[in-house]
């Protein structure tokens, strides 16, 4: 018997570190579970497409899947990640420097086979957004009018023991997490693609679609169930009052949405302020987009769940039934079990989610703290999901509880210096965008009057 898994890696910055444990522990699960765990189906946005593209080559080439902590905290180096590429004659266009930003995902894709590959298909599906976009005819009939869409998915389909074109993945997965001003736009072929988490931070659809080009035309009717993760790890509903996921039958596959961003904010009095204004908005954005997925998804699998009824209560003929689903528009489509795994709030459990989520890149110690905290959650998760696996020793599991909710303070000078280059880098790369005849000299001064301030504020 196997459990079928789909993991739905969102954006998160410098958080992708303890979504990467999350990732992990599910990965070595996979390889001792009993059940088995069949996880087939990955999609990643941003920071989680390089996770998910990782998880993919563990998957196809029986990588030890402690290649996500190599990547995320121990080849992770700030001060590269920092400094001006070679023979570049302008000004910066972003603050990393965007070919050791390739390398860092790159150089992690060597096989080192320590355990069996996986003898099924794995779909794996990557968000992007393309900078020069696409004229698309109008959806309605008789309309003239063009469309222009910026949102370009990508996806691939890895057959057991065939070739596949890392290459090609690894910079779709760039592009995914090209964060505007933070890193330059990846080029593949003509065009420039930005972060996907930008258009579809949270790629469920995209992790929908990938199941119906696996699966083939669904049967399986089942309503919508969505359960929080353990320890009240956030969201959710129960639509029809049925079990939670970790309890299903093994054959149906679960949605595992791996979430580090921002909690649920409570409704309440509107910001005045404009940093909590614009706080809020973009949570309206992130919340709202979820909450679109989750009601597309209930409709989908209310409509399934009614026409079942219909075909039972009427004998309708299969044949007939098949016609039906097609004119629902429900063609290949079957029900979706959904968990969601996110700290309840990362600014007080996370040590990297300060500075807008990319506070982990500034020191290893960070990242570390994040990586354990995701792998101590993806095992709860598991224990939850009632899947027998032999669990790894307890020294990796444990983390510096001092540095949960960390902040700007608890930088060391090292970290205050990069945080001081970031600044100069950033400014170079805005101010080069108006004025590149000054951008350098600029960012140096920015660059200079950041580091006297931090260490000011280090005293």
Excluded at 10 to 21: H, I, K, M, N
Excluded at 94 to 102: G, K, L, M, Y
Aim: proline content about 8%; aromatic content about 6%; glycine content about 8%.
């Amino acid at each position: 018997m196997t459990r079928p898994l789909a993991l739905v890696l969102s954006g998160a910055v410098s958080l992708g570190a303890y979504e990467a444990g999350i990732v992990h522990e599910i990965l070595f699960a996979a390889q001792t579970s009993s059940p088995r765990l069949r996880i087939d189906v990955l999609s990643g946005s941003s920071a989680g497409a390089l996770n998910a593209c990782l998880a993919a080559f563990c998957l196809h080439t029986g990588t030890d899947p402690a290649v996500l902590r190599q990547t995320w905290v121990d080849d992770l180096d700030i001060m590269r990640l920092l400094s001006r590429p070679a023979g570049l004659p302008g000004p910066l266009t972003s603050v990393f420097n965007p070919v050791e930003v390739r390398r860092m995902l790159l150089d992690h894709l060597r096989p080192d086979p320590s355990h069996a590959p996986v003898s099924y298909p794995v779909w794996l599906g990557i968000t992007r957004t393309d900078l020069t976009g696409r004229s698309l005819p109008s959806p309605l009939p008789g309309d003239d009018l063009a469309v222009t869409s910026f949102a370009s998915p990508t996806a691939f389909i890895l057959e057991p023991a065939s070739a596949v074109p890392w290459e090609e993945i690894a910079r779709s997965a760039a592009a995914s997490g090209a964060f505007p001003v933070a890193v330059e736009p990846e080029p593949i072929g003509d065009r420039r693609y930005a972060d996907g988490g930008v258009l579809d931070n949270r790629p469920l659809r995209q992790a929908f679609e990938g199941a119906r080009r696996l699966d083939g035309p669904g049967t399986q009717e089942a309503q919508l169930r969505v359960a929080a993760a353990p320890d009240a790890r956030s969201i959710t509903i129960y639509a029809d009052g049925h079990h939670p996921p970790y309890l299903l039958p093994s054959t149906d596959r679960v949605y595992i949405m791996v979430e580090p961003g921002a909690p649920q904010p409570v409704p309440g009095e509107p910001p005045r302020d404009p940093l909590g204004v614009a706080s809020r908005v973009m949570a309206a954005l992130t919340n709202d987009d979820l909450l679109r997925d989750l009601r597309d998804a209930a409709k989908v699998n209310r409509r399934l769940n009614d026409l079942a009824d219909l075909a039972r209560q009427t004998g309708m003929p299969p044949a007939l039934v098949e016609q039906v689903r097609a004119v629902a528009d429900l063609d290949g489509k079957r029900s979706a079990s959904l968990v969601r795994v996110a700290p309840d709030d990362p600014a007080r459990e996370l040590a990297g989610a300060f500075l807008g989520h990319f506070g982990g890149f500034l020191e290893r110690r960070l990242r570390e703290h994040d990586y354990r905290l995701g792998r101590v959650h993806g095992r709860a998760f598991l224990e939850r999901m009632d899947v027998g696996y032999t669990k790894a020793a307890a020294s990796e599991y444990a983390y510096d509880k001092s540095l949960d909710g960390a902040g700007y303070k608890d930088l060391t000078a090292d970290g205050r210096r990069a945080l001081a280059r970031a600044i100069g880098n950033a400014t170079e790369a805005v101010v080069g965008s108006l004025r590149p005849g000054v951008a350098r000299p600029v960012g140096c001064v920015a660059w200079l009057l950041a580091l006297w301030l931090v260490r000011s504020r280090a005293r």
